[in-house]
């Protein structure tokens, strides 16, 4: 086996990797596993996913993603290991094998936000991350062909504002009663042997993947054993909770189909939406939401689960149940329906009036936290801060969070909050001015923008910095994923598409992405879900370029890289001392990411 002393020029072999090559070759073995899967082929299906665990190809893409494009790639696990430079990597690739053996992972906690709180985590070696994500490759094609339509979170290609719009549709004709509830430490709890069961696999990776759910974990210099549950950071770990949680929406059919009357009318009345480990259940009639809730914990008992009693609620979407008030929160959304006269009536699939409406805004606690954020960073810079440092803090958050909303009701709300920030503003303007008259600085702060005659601004470089104001976005309708649709399905177009109308994903880069037709400005191929997506200077600032859209272009991370170092590599007139990977100027996307920017 060539090893790191016997490679030459290792960094170059690295760098000099057709990328584009590598993708293609394994995405057509997982859209082949996809299509096994669909029509039940297990043989197929197990004889590729060990043609793609052998892959040369599949390891170097694995690699490249937990030491490149992952951002926790500097976080070590109990070996104290990272692979950061290309030898280092290539001796990776060589030592991705499913030995069916895993090492403790390191137990660190970080604090939850807004709590006193912390969330424990368990940081596996770099080694066991690069063969969670060449297993994941294999696994993640099969059991998206099996997975049910109504499940959103930890899927590629899936999002939050899917199961938002897919509650709609459920009560969008028709009031309901609701099951809003929460599954208690899903992570931590699941039954490793059932878990086992359900994954059903080839031998060899299953005994892979108990040896990583029965590692344990390192903490003070102390092993503990794990009995139950997936690691909290583990690669593999949303896939397994996945796993674990499939079937929850057949349970409520059949039993739908067990009603009094027609089994297809029973089976449509009821729907179940879940992302992650939060989920809804809707139907029409108490009584069945009450006896579906016992079905719904019997199939969590049987993996070691159970309900979070605190975030377990019954609810109605129209009427108050119990003094409490109509409706429920998800996700951060608020899902009500207002009684409403004959002139402001939704009507139903007839063109007869219903007698309400349905309504989805920002939860008030969203708000709340939003508006404390914004609060807390002007409270804060009153004298430290100036007019330009403060807008451009304040416009990505203000960009992103109101992005996040632009698809549901929030008209209302995002003129509440412009409203409450310009009070904000001024009163941090005065106290900058405490002994002058407001004529004095009134026309220093605030200037006129289209029809807005308060819009705080800063004047820069001869030219108007303006703040971004939440009424700014436009509210548009988002379109819910086709039904069982994976991006294993060959519709790489569609997919590219949904991208760039996502809400998780800043303004700019949804606008580069619509432009550039969803595909990389390097390598010219489809962005896919779980790419690290960078915004690049087409000419970079110091030969001149500007920071303007004509000039933005999106890459992949590792294309971005190469890019830049070829940049670096031909301009002779600056000194190279950045090493192969370089920290570039560019926003790296997640999908928890709000900003609206290039840092």
């Keep these: 086996m060539e ?7 290792p960094m170059v072999e690295w760098a000099n990797v057709n990328w584009r090559k590598l993708e293609r070759r394994v995405l057509k073995l997982q859209k082949r596993i996809y299509r096994a899967s669909n029509r039940g082929d297990v043989k197929a299906v197990r004889r590729l996913q060990k043609t793609l665990l052998n892959s040369w190809s ?9 030491t490149q494009d992952n951002q926790g790639k500097l976080t070590p696990g109990i070996d104290g290991k990272v692979a950061i430079t290309p030898i280092e990597r290539l001796d990776l690739v060589d030592q991705l094998n499913l030995d069916r053996k895993s090492p403790a992972t390191r137990r660190i906690r970080i604090p939850k936000p807004g709590k006193d709180e912390k969330r424990p985590l368990g940081i596996p070696t770099i080694n066991e991350r690069a063969k969670q994500a060449l297993v994941k490759m294999a696994m993640e094609p099969e059991w998206e062909a099996k997975f049910e339509p109504n499940s959103y979170g930890f899927r590629p290609g899936r999002c939050c504002m899917d199961a938002i ?33 359900k994954i059903g696999t080839f031998p060899k990776l299953r005994k892979q993947i108990k040896a990583w759910l029965k590692s344990g974990l390192l903490a003070g210099g102390k092993w503990f054993p794990t009995q139950e549950g997936t690691p909290p950071t583990g690669v593999l770990s949303p896939l397994l909770a996945n796993i674990a949680l499939h079937g929850m929406e057949e ?40 006896r579906v809730k016992v079905h719904i914990e019997n199939f969590l008992k049987e993996m070691g689960l159970e309900l979070k009693p605190e975030k377990t609620r019954i609810a109605h979407t129209l009427k108050q149940l119990d003094k409490q008030e109509p409706g429920f929160d998800f996700l951060g959304f608020n899902i009500r329906q207002y009684s409403v006269g004959k002139h402001n009536t939704g009507k139903n699939t007839h063109g007869n009036p ?33 007019q330009i440092g403060l807008i451009k803090r304040l416009n990505p958050m203000i960009t992103g969070w109101s992005n996040y909303y632009s698809k549901v009701n929030s008209a209302k709300v995002f003129k509440k909050l412009d409203h409450l920030l310009t009070l904000k503003l001024i009163a941090w303007a005065k106290a900058r001015h405490f002994h002058k008259s407001t004529k004095r600085w009134i026309e220093k702060y605030f200037g ?3 029809k807005t005659s308060w819009c705080f601004r800063a004047i820069t470089e001869g030219k108007d910095l303006y703040l971004s104001y939440h009424s700014d976005l436009h509210i548009q309708k988002h379109t819910k994923v086709k039904g069982k649709a994976s991006p294993y399905d060959g519709n790489d177009l569609y997919w590219a598409t949904r991208m760039g109308k996502s809400v998780e994903l800043p303004v700019r880069v949804t606008k580069l992405l619509k432009k550039q037709k969803g595909k990389c400005g390097q390598c010219e191929t489809y962005f896919r879900d779980g790419d690290v997506i960078e915004v690049d ?18 890459l992949h991370k590792h294309c971005h890289i190469v890019k830049t170092r070829n940049e670096r590599t031909h301009d002779k007139s600056r000194v190279i001392e950045e090493p192969c990977e370089v920290k570039v100027s560019s926003t790296v996307l997640k999908p928890s990411q709000t900003s609206d920017g290039v840092a």
């Design 3 to 9: 090893t790191s002393k016997t490679r030459k020029n």
């Design 58 to 66: 599949a390891k170097m893409l694995a690699v490249r993603k937990v």
């Design 165 to 197: 719009e897919g509650i709609k549709v459920a009560i969008k004709q028709k009031d309901k009663y609701v099951l809003d509830a929460d599954i208690a430490q899903c992570f931590d709890k699941i039954n490793h042997q059932v878990l086992l069961d």
């Design 251 to 290: 349970v409520v059919k059949a039993y739908a189909r067990s009603l009094p009357g027609k089994k297809a009318n029973n089976e449509k009345a009821i729907t179940l939406v879940r992302y992650a480990d939060d989920f809804v259940i809707l139907h029409p009639d108490l009584d069945v939401i009450q």
């Design 354 to 386: 219903l007698g309400y409406k349905t309504y989805i805004k920002p939860s008030k606690t969203a708000i709340k936290a939003h508006y404390d954020q914004l609060s807390h960073l002007i409270e804060t810079s009153k004298s430290s801060q100036s």
């Design 448 to 450: 006129t923008k289209g």
């Design 537 to 554: 200077h087409k000419t970079p600032k110091h030969k001149g370029g500007k920071d303007t859209y004509s000039n933005y272009q999106l």
